[in-house]
């Protein structure tokens, strides 16, 4: 009886641990599986060449604009060190938490994170070197106040650096829909801003897409 009965609990337990809390519940586990970092997107597939392009030197304060979940936080708030700042900036508040989230699990105190308004990134003036915004800008709408709230927080002389898809008439139809505009009229927005265009920064390997840096006069 005293047999039986183990056995049934054991049976019991191997049946009920699928569905007990383990490794797959876990926030950072649990990221790994969310669309926006699949290696499928180009510039998850190309992170690293991405931030190599940037420059990126130690004790920058780097904002990022439309972060998501976070997927660039590691290696920008690697570059920027422990004397630079990562921000993530978004108006998702669940992609807000799980970068908090993502932060605290990977011990990285330089990175912190903000939940913004669909009108502004909410970051005091002058207070950011470089900000990096990726696939995301063809999300603000209206561009124009989302644009008056990053040259402001940009110290003056700091970098915008906007990688987006690259609209073309050969672009496949979901990216047409998708996406409102060209990288043409994206540029003459940020130059209607007050951003001055610097130069097109090459990312080898990465396809479809567009990546400019532009300065704070
Ligand atoms: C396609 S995701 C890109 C996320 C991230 N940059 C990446 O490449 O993994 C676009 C992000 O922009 C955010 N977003 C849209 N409009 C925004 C706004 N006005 N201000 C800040 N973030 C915004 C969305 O919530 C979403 O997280």
Redesign the pocket.
């Known amino acids: 009886m005293h047999r039986l009965l183990r056995f049934l609990t054991l049976l019991g337990l191997s049946l009920l641990l699928p569905f007990a809390p383990s490794v797959a519940q876990d926030p950072l586990t649990l990221l790994q599986r969310h669309p926006?970092e699949s290696p499928e997107?180009g510039?998850?597939a190309h992170r690293d060449a991405i931030v190599r392009a940037l420059g990126i030197k130690p004790g920058t304060v780097v904002a990022?604009?439309?972060?998501?979940?976070g997927?660039?936080m590691e290696p920008l708030a690697r570059a920027v060190g422990p004397g630079g700042r990562y921000i993530g900036?978004?108006?998702?508040k669940d992609?807000v938490k799980l970068m908090e989230s993502r932060a605290k699990r990977l011990g990285l105190a330089q990175a912190s994170v903000v939940l913004?308004?669909?009108?502004s990134?909410t970051l005091p003036a002058d207070s950011v070197d470089l900000m990096v915004?990726?696939?995301?800008y063809h999300?603000?709408?209206p561009p124009e106040p989302?644009l008056a709230s990053m040259l402001k927080a940009l110290r003056p002389g700091g970098q915008l650096v906007i990688v987006d898809f690259d609209r073309t008439p050969n672009s496949p139809r979901w990216l047409r829909e998708h996406v409102r505009a060209d990288k043409a009229t994206f540029l003459k927005e940020m130059e209607a801003a007050g951003f001055r265009i610097d130069r097109d920064l090459k990312i080898p390997g990465l396809e479809g897409h567009f990546a400019t840096r532009l300065l704070k006069p």
């Open positions: 926006l997107r510039v998850i990022d604009i439309g972060a998501g979940t997927a660039f900036v978004d108006i998702d992609y913004s308004r669909p009108d990134i915004v990726i696939d995301a999300h603000f709408a989302m």
